[in-house]
């Protein structure tokens, strides 16, 4: 795929994901333009001012939830990577409207807005708390999916397709446990909830190669899935703060001790390929069968969690994902 005549919106621009996913799109890729569209005026500010401001930028204000804004922002877009969301778990269980608002009603109106204008290729970035929700952030995420992968057969004879990455836990990411951990480390104390708990990890750069990726290999109706190494929150806490102690404060609510990237169910018509795995649409009338040919289907009865994981980080794995924010940490940059 040439990227170099294509013009790219980001949803949630101004977040985690968005700026690192723009630099690398920018420095590696030439794309045409990319677009950032959020809401926050004083972010997309702040990410002008700190070092976002390549002429092929374009800042968008709005909210997802405003499907005319949307549209306006789409007209000649080619690609639309959909990061937008309400993602802390506490305050979507407390704001539940707000949280079906924005990640379902905002990624419907992001749906049907790609529609509308066009878009060659809409990828909405969801996380494994969608599969087998135990909280309602899980809930909305995992509508937001049916609503991405069933958007194909809207499409019909349009040339708009619609597919999902799906993945965990990012190091350091904004309401992460990275930060939370390194605060806490200077009391003497760190807090786990239970420390029997697993997670799947990836990096920030990670993730963002993989959804560039997904965007190059795309048919439409794919749920890609990355293969991710496990740890164990215990471990992480030691690896930042080995000289502390780690108290056990019981499981949150909406919390779980393990988390799934790939359900008994869907397994049935999942493909492993190298470094992915493929969740094809399971009722499908119009594309997204042709990795069937590319892989192999996995065994009756597979599913894909962080505590069945063939692949676990160490302290010293952990120590090589946290050591950049270590750094941002003691010069007093790290985003909370």
């Not at 293969?227 to 215990?234: M, Q």
């Not at 108290?247 to 919390?255: D, N, S, V, Y």
């Not at 990237?261 to 119009?286: C, F, G, N």
């Not at 980080?313 to 050591?323: N, P, R, S, T």
Request: hydrophobic share 40%; net charge neutral.
């Amino acid at each position: 795929m040439d990227w170099k005549n294509q013009v790219v919106l980001v949803t949630g621009g101004t977040g985690s994901f968005g700026k690192k996913f723009t630099r690398i799109l920018l420095d590696e890729y030439q794309p045409k333009k990319v677009i950032i569209f959020s809401r926050d005026e004083l972010k997309q500010h702040e990410m002008q001012v700190g070092g976002y401001n390549d002429p092929r930028l374009r800042y968008f204000i709005g909210d997802i939830r405003d499907r005319e804004r949307l549209v306006r922002a789409m007209h000649g877009v080619d690609i639309v990577v959909h990061a937008a969301a309400l993602k802390q778990v506490p305050a979507c269980e407390y704001n539940p409207m707000e949280a079906i608002k924005t990640n379902i009603m905002g990624t419907a109106n992001v749906l049907e807005a790609a529609l509308d204008a066009g878009v060659k290729k809409v990828l909405t970035v969801s996380t494994d708390k969608a599969v087998s929700p135990a909280n309602l952030y899980g809930a909305t995420k995992l509508a937001a999916e049916k609503l991405t992968i069933q958007s194909n057969a809207y499409a019909g004879g349009s040339a708009t397709r619609f597919s999902c990455v799906r993945y965990g836990n990012v190091v350091g990411s904004r309401g992460s446990i990275v930060p939370l951990f390194l605060k806490q480390r200077g009391s003497g104390k760190v807090t786990v909830t239970d420390d029997r708990m697993t997670r799947f990890w990836l990096s920030l750069e990670q993730g963002v190669r993989f959804v560039i990726t997904c965007i190059e290999q795309m048919e439409g109706g794919e749920v890609f899935i990355p293969k991710i190494p496990s740890t164990k929150v215990v471990d992480l806490a030691k690896a930042i703060a080995p000289d502390a102690v780690i108290e056990i404060i019981g499981i949150r609510p909406g919390e779980k001790l393990h988390e799934m990237l790939i359900s008994e169910d869907e397994a049935r018509h999942t493909i492993e390929l190298d470094k992915m795995y493929v969740v094809q649409p399971a009722e499908a009338t119009w594309f997204g069968y042709s990795w069937q040919d590319k892989g192999k289907p996995l065994n009756e009865g597979t599913y894909y969690s962080s505590d069945n994981n063939s692949e676990w980080l160490d302290i010293e794995g952990i120590k090589k994902y946290i050591a950049p924010f270590e750094e941002l940490f003691a010069q007093g940059k790290l985003e909370g």
